[in-house]
Each structure stands twice: as C-alpha cells, then as structure tokens.
C-alpha cells in the first residue's frame, strides 16, 4: 500500500518538477510497459495455476458486463443531472477563450 | 496493445497452468512487487509530465472538475448496486468500480495486492466498460449532450475513446475529456488500493 502511494508520488513530483524530454518519456513509457507485462503474465500464472478461478472464468464475464453497466450507468446519470451546472460555469470561459458563443 | 495485452496473459496462464515449477513462486512476488513499483513510477512520470493539461483545467475553471467527480461518484455507486444484485461485498465492487475503465491497471493492482479471482473480475469489467463507452459515445453525444458523452469512457477519456469524442463531439468537449481522462487516470492507483481496504 504505502509503496504503491510512495512509487506514484515520486513519479509525479518528478514529472510535475522536470516535465520529461521526448526521449525520457519514451524510456519512461517503456519502464510502464515492461512494469505492466511482467504482472499481466503474473496475472496471467495466476489465473492458470488456479483451477477454481479457470472454471468461474464465464460466471466473472457475466458479472464484470453487469458491474460494467451500471458503473456507465451511474456516470451517465450524475453528469446528465449536473450538466446544466456545469455549462453554466463553463459558458464565459469557453466563448472568451475561443471568441465565440458557445453552445 | 490490447492484443499484447491478452497475449501476455495468455503466455502466463498457459504458464501456470503447465509449467510454473513451485520454487519460482517465492521468486514471483519480489518480481512483481518490483514490476509494480516500476511500473506506478512511469504512471506517476506520465501523469506529471502533463503540465499543459493541467494548465487547461486552470484556464477552464475548477468547475470542470465536477465532471470527473461526478463520473468518479456515479462509477462507484454504480458499481456497489451492482455488486449488492451479485453478492459482492461493497470493498470489492467499489475497487472495481473505481479502475474508471482502466482494466490493464485495475487488473495487474487487485490481482497483485488482493486476490486473482477480483483481479480478473475487475480486468473483465473495465474491458467492458471501454467496450460500452464505445458504442455509447456517438449516441449520447446525440440524445443527451456532449457533456453527457464523456461519463461512460472515464479514465479512457485521456487516450483510447479520445479520438472518437474528438469525433462524436466538438473542440470544447473535447479537452474536457483530456482533462477529466486524466483526472480519473490520476485516482485509479490511489482509489483502487484504498476501497478494497474497507
């Protein structure tokens, strides 16, 4: 837990402090994806060393579509509610950045 | 990269299930506690790195940010309802809810920091939710607003449903899809491991 915190905050504070150069921002996007690989096929081991999980695998699908649904669901709703809100806020900024009324 | 992705899951579950021997497993969690530590830096980098979207949200005011709060409360509440019709308990439906569409993320954390069986669950559903956000965007981008149009992409808004708001939508919208995408992006590693403490 704390390393996750610790390993993300680093990250930030160094990139907010020395925004990356092309060619660090490619190692750094290649040190994400080494980083990712190596625990998707962790995952991945995981998964095919554990028999239980393999055979629940249609059940998790069916689950994951449902948790899917209404987590969309959800965002669509609270945006909907607040949208007028917030282009009301937004109206000044948008015309007088771009000099034109906006929608 | 989706397709990479699902090979190096593939590798490694054809792996586990044939030829892990047992001493590698020790081995394995100083493995991928280092691949996640290095992999969280390069998030970190990337998101900080992004100065001129954070510089858009101050030109447009700190009210846009109710956008990625309002998709951030709407996912997590959606998905501990959901997860209340399914059994789940609410740390595990809110964790999952909280990857905003992120899978490869909230996938790799869950199964890391968890269990495998949530990890996978919560890879599942957040390919779903990009799958979703894709055939949603030009349709609510119609029937209810361009605003309304980028909820369903949440954490994906930053890079892989981009283009298609960018399409389904105009300028505006757009980089308030960036904005709110990186936001979102920016709460999935903090939001995942904290909820599925509860």
């Known amino acids: 837990m704390y390393l996750i915190l610790l390993s993300l905050g680093l990250g930030i504070a160094v990139g907010y402090l020395r925004p990356l150069s092309p060619e660090k921002a490619r190692l750094a996007n290649a040190a994400t994806t080494v980083g990712l690989f190596v625990l998707l096929m962790s995952m991945g081991a995981q998964l095919g060393s554990n028999e239980d999980v393999l055979a629940g695998l249609g059940r998790l699908g069916l689950q994951a579509v449902i948790l899917a649904a209404f987590s969309v669901l959800g965002s669509v709703i609270m945006v909907y509610l607040a949208r007028d809100y917030i282009y009301r806020g937004l109206e000044q900024r948008l015309s007088r950045r771009q000099g034109r009324a906006s929608r | ?198």
Not at chain 2, 90 to 96: F, H, R
Not at chain 2, 146 to 174: E, N, Q
């Open chain 2, 1 to 198: 990269m989706t397709i990479l992705v699902i090979c190096a899951i593939a590798i490694g579950a054809l792996a586990g299930f044939w030829l892990l021997p047992q001493e590698a497993v020790g081995y394995l969690d100083t493995v991928t506690t280092a691949a996640l530590c290095l992999m969280l830096v390069g998030i970190g980098l990337d998101l900080g790195s992004r100065r001129e979207t954070w510089a858009r949200l101050r030109a447009l005011g700190w009210r846009v940010l109710l956008i990625p709060l309002l998709i951030a409360v709407g996912s997590l509440v959606g998905a501990v309802v959901g997860g209340f019709l399914l059994g789940l308990p609410v740390n595990e439906s809110s964790a999952i809810g909280a990857g905003f569409g992120w899978y490869s993320l909230s996938g790799v954390l869950l199964a890391k920091i968890y269990s495998v069986e949530t990890g996978a669950l919560a890879f599942m559903t957040n390919v779903s939710r990009e799958v979703i956000a894709f055939v949603l965007i030009p349709v609510l981008a119609v029937k209810l607003g361009y605003l309304v149009a980028i909820s369903p992409g949440g954490a994906t808004t930053m890079d892989t449903t981009l283009p298609l708001i960018s399409k389904a939508t105009d300028a505006d919208t757009t980089i308030i899809a960036m904005v709110s995408g990186t936001a979102l992006s920016a709460m999935v590693p903090l939001l995942v491991p904290l909820l599925i403490r509860i």
